[in-house]
């Protein structure tokens, strides 16, 4: 039988040494808890297409394909199974702001040192290892 499961790309903003966040709320699954700014796949949709689609849903700001490269890959067990690409988005277009706020209560920069304890563990974990330079990881095995 072959897998088939959901896949998200993850979106990665950097500046200067603080990583933007989003609040999840209302949607079933984290709520309460900090995550970045991502979403699923469509059919027939690349990373890449997926990750400019999502930037500009989730945070109003535009992204060219050319300036998102990747960063890792989870595989996780987490209740059920999933892949999820994490991107590093190096330049965009507009202000990230909240533009779904029926599923975000909070936007905002934050210190990668710093970061709050109710961060999404493998998102935590992506982030550290796109800080230290670790393409895969395998996550709630």
């Not at 209740?79 to 190096?90: I, P």
């Amino acid at each position: 039988m072959r897998a088939k499961f959901p896949v998200t790309v993850h979106l990665l903003f950097f500046q200067e040494d603080q990583v933007l966040l989003l609040r999840r709320f209302n949607t079933g699954y984290g709520d309460g808890q900090y995550s970045v700014p991502a979403g699923h796949l469509d059919g027939g949709e690349t990373v890449i297409a997926a990750a400019r689609r999502e930037g500009l849903e989730e945070t109003g700001v535009r992204i060219e394909a050319d300036d998102i490269v990747f960063s890792s890959v989870v595989h996780r067990k987490d209740g059920d199974e999933r892949v999820d690409f994490f991107v590093h988005v190096h330049k965009w277009q507009g202000e990230p702001a909240n533009t779904e706020p029926d599923k975000c209560d909070e936007l905002r920069w934050v210190r990668v040192n710093e970061l709050p304890d109710n961060v999404i563990p493998y998102v935590r974990k992506a982030i550290q290892n796109h800080l230290t330079g670790i393409p895969f990881h395998e996550f709630g095995w």
